[in-house]
């Protein structure tokens, strides 16, 4: 899960930054508590606090912003190339196909990395008063970049290769992102991610996680992946339907204790157990924490960081043509 450095390097820093759905005709400001909508063409110049997106362009945000990333991302790649890929040979350039490895969970965490990271970017520029067709191509783009740099290392490290599946995946969750820039000027269906603890780092503890901190990380059996819905957004402006609440189709993978197949283990006496790998598919109700309306930046900052966690909620499970009923599901 190299892969990881992107999460940890961009969502670390867009805890600093507040967001903006879209920064189009219109801004909104807050005046004594008070919003107001301003036209971008108005005198009015009111003071404007750090968690707010810039009403134009600001310079020194966009720097901050742009340095800060640059700093962040080649400080990870030269981590990544010195706890990671100096322990193996280097090689020519080749492709390795892993499409087959996980149920394809791996997959599913490129297309959701690339989405995460390139909301975050998009954000950021858009609080730094980057144009708006810019801020969505840039800032949309940086998880599809930031991953693309790691493939080309797999590339040239004997260990793996450049796969075009997960170039693919992460070619997909840049398009997620900005498709629906384009098409409604919202994130109407966001992708999500949530963990439980599973049973099967016990077996493989190096490869699946040796604690809760690297198994929310490595273990594909206990990560799900979210397309959560926000109904109210296809409905008409005039519904009386719950702007925050949303509806979220899951998809996740249980008994891999490998990646392609599972090896033969024994347990503590001695007995040889296997594991049947399964998909599983969910059906839960979700929170956008982006829509709840608050008039504090800092908080839509927290919503906006946090957003891509999908809220347990009650739901469905459907494995192996049976379906099974959660009080809480995440």
């Not at 000027?185 to 040796?210: A, C, D, M, V």
Request: charged share 15%; net charge positive.
């Amino acid at each position: 899960m190299r892969k990881v450095f992107t999460f940890i390097a961009f969502l670390f820093s867009s805890v600093c930054f507040a967001q903006n759905d879209s920064l189009n005709k219109f801004s909104i400001v807050h005046l004594n508590s008070v919003p107001t909508i301003l036209k971008k063409s108005d005198s009015v110049n009111p003071k404007q606090t750090f968690f707010q997106p810039a009403f134009s362009f600001n310079k020194k945000r966009t720097i901050g912003v742009i340095t800060g990333e640059t700093v962040i991302a080649s400080g990870s790649l030269i981590a990544l190339s010195q706890l990671w890929y100096k322990d193996y040979p280097q090689s020519s350039f080749h492709f390795f196909n892993d499409n087959s490895e996980w149920l394809q969970m791996d997959k599913c965490g490129h297309t959701i990395t690339a989405y995460v990271v390139g909301k975050t970017g998009m954000r950021l520029l858009e609080w730094s008063g980057v144009k708006r067709n810019k801020a969505i191509w840039f800032g949309g783009l940086t998880g599809f970049a930031y991953q693309g740099v790691i493939e080309i290392f797999d590339g040239f490290s004997s260990q793996w290769g450049f796969s075009i599946g997960d170039i693919s995946a992460n070619a997909a969750g840049c398009g997620i992102l900005i498709g629906q820039e384009y098409l409604w000027k919202e994130q109407r269906i966001s992708l999500k991610y949530s963990f439980h603890k599973s049973t099967y780092p016990q077996y493989r503890p190096n490869l699946l996680g040796k604690n809760w901190n690297e198994q929310i990380l490595k273990d594909y059996n206990g990560q799900t992946y979210w397309l959560s819905v926000n109904i109210a957004s296809f409905l008409s402006d005039q519904t009386k339907f719950p702007k925050f609440l949303n509806l979220a189709f899951g998809y996740g993978a249980d008994g891999m204790t490998g990646g392609k197949s599972n090896p033969i283990l024994y347990n503590s006496v001695g007995n040889m157990i296997s594991f049947e790998r399964t998909r599983q598919y969910y059906l839960s109700m979700d929170i956008d924490l982006t829509k709840i309306k608050t008039h504090s930046p800092f908080l839509k900052t927290v919503f906006e960081t946090i957003g891509f966690l999908k809220i347990p909620a009650p739901g469905i499970e459907l494995k192996q043509n049976h379906l099974t009923g959660h009080w809480l599901m995440y």
